[in-house]
């Protein structure tokens, strides 16, 4: 189907130029041509044109006139006059009395013409876009908003206290509850507790839970970025304050006016600039790195670090008014070895985010899977949970996820008792004791990694299958019955 020409008017009262003028654009246009003034208003009443080219010097009405009586009830119409006046003022009076898109001088040149023309349908075309484009975000803007508030309702859900996993009995149930009240209180925060606790996680959930949970919270990890890059991060810089600093930067406080920064790892950064962080807290301004002006901020400051800052301050490492000026309020996140009931609950969790991710589906951890990452240290705390569990939904070719499935040095440094193991305890004791502990320890490992095929962790062992089985009855480490046939069973 043949696209519609764009309609041009041609109104002049001598034939010979509007014919003219017709054959030139004839080719690319649909043309309609008036010899009045007159005539060219009736023949806008019934057409629909979007440029308009008039000659200036017509009887009864002139190219202005009929130019401004278009303008006044047809604006969107592009308007374009030929006139031979050489006078300036009398062109520069035709354009703002009747709004004239261009002008042409007489004699006027074809191609100049042409792309004239060319010219204002393609303007016109963009006018009725951004017509278009401005009705329809009108009649959005109310959805537009009603989604942003939902948006934003979503991301504080997400981010609140309840939103992090623990168990009813967990340590984090009162430090949770501590925290909620704090959060109410526009105090400056410090979040301590062993890497991967969760301690950003906290943070999120006390801004989301104060005055100032509609405004900005930036994040940033102070001990991994050298001092000069975290003062231009978070005060910002000047052009030419530095090599590379090809343009003004605004640091993250600035960004952050209103509502909270979150200084992670604030033990590692150096006593240098501890002492600019110091008149950040203390003047509530700050300068951007090449610049002499200040600027005053209005930001909550939540901090967290790995280290024990109490220490550092005895050895002189970390600025005693620094620790307290941060310090305002403190909360210390115990490290996941230290509430294990929180294990199976975060593991599950974890494994719904990695299937998500990688677009796999199994229906959870087996009983022993289970228990042997409760017995577990989990010096990584949730950060190695959570990379664990994702190696053992990439690794599974089951749909449950089952202890053989465990890193190696999980299995070796599990200690304690399980379910499927009585193992008897402590560390002490004579020499053949230790052995027979360290033995046990070796068996069980073994038939967790064969998936308790007796036949196949006596070769991994060197051992008859009856030897086995003689060791396993002395440790209590058989869970009873002829298992290999179902274990050969469901691996193939």
Not at 250 to 279: C, M, N
Not at 421 to 446: C, D, K
Request: proline share 4%; glycine share 8%; aromatic share 6%.
């Amino acid at each position: 189907m043949e696209a519609m020409r764009p309609t041009l008017l041609i109104v002049d009262d001598e034939k010979r130029s509007v014919e003219a003028i017709a054959r030139i654009l004839d080719e690319d246009f649909d043309v309609r041509t008036a010899g009045s003034g007159e005539e060219a208003l009736a023949i806008l009443e019934r057409d629909w044109v979007q440029v308009i080219i008039s000659d200036q010097r017509m009887p009864e009405m002139t190219g202005i006139e009929l130019l401004t009586r278009v303008r006044e009830r047809w604006p969107e119409i592009l308007r374009i006059i030929v006139t031979g006046y050489t006078d300036v003022q009398d062109t520069i009076r035709a354009i703002n009395e009747a709004g004239i898109y261009h002008f042409l001088a007489k004699p006027w040149h074809p191609d100049e013409l042409l792309q004239t023309v060319r010219n204002a349908v393609h303007l016109y075309a963009l006018q009725r876009e951004h017509d278009r484009l401005s009705l329809e975000m009108k009649l959005l803007a109310p959805s537009l908003e009603q989604r942003l508030a939902e948006r934003r309702e979503a991301v504080q859900r997400g981010f609140h206290f309840d939103q992090i996993i623990r168990a009813p009995g967990s340590p984090l149930q009162a430090i949770c509850a501590q925290a909620s009240q704090i959060a109410a209180f526009d105090v400056p925060v410090i979040i301590t507790g062993e890497t991967g606790t969760g301690k950003e996680l906290v943070a999120r959930a006390v801004h989301y839970g104060s005055l100032r949970s509609d405004k900005p919270f930036f994040a940033i990890n102070c001990g991994a970025i050298p001092d000069e890059l975290l003062e231009s991060e978070l005060f910002g810089h000047k052009k030419g304050a530095f090599t590379g600093a090809y343009t003004n930067r605004i640091g993250l406080i600035e960004q952050a006016h209103g509502g909270t920064i979150f200084l992670d790892e604030v033990g590692d950064i150096s006593p240098s600039f501890q002492v600019k962080l110091l008149r950040f807290l203390q003047e509530g301004e700050i300068r951007a790195v090449g610049s002499n002006e200040t600027r005053q901020v209005n930001v909550r400051v939540i901090s967290a670090t790995h280290r024990d800052l109490e220490r550092e301050i005895e050895t002189g490492r970390f600025r005693e008014d620094l620790y307290y000026r941060l310090a305002v309020t403190a909360l210390h996140l115990p490290a996941l070895r230290e509430r294990p009931d929180d294990i199976p609950l975060i593991a599950r969790h974890c494994l719904e985010e990695a299937m998500a991710v990688h677009g796999r589906h199994v229906r959870g951890f087996s009983a022993e899977a289970l228990q042997l990452m409760v017995e577990y240290a989990w010096p990584g705390n949730v950060r190695e949970l959570t990379n664990e569990v994702t190696r053992m939904l990439i690794l599974t070719q089951h749909e449950e996820l089952g202890a053989h499935l465990l890193s190696r040095p999980i299995l070796a440094r599990v200690t304690g008792t399980s379910a499927l193991a009585p193992l008897t305890g402590g560390t002490g004791g004579t020499l053949r004791e230790q052995v027979e502990r360290m033995e046990a320890q070796i068996l069980r490992e073994a038939l967790i990694r064969h998936r308790w095929n007796k036949s196949r962790a006596a070769d991994e062992l060197g051992l008859s299958r009856v030897g086995l089985r003689a060791k396993l009855a002395r440790y209590g480490l058989d869970p009873g019955g002829d298992d290999d046939v179902n274990a050969q069973a469901e691996e193939e």
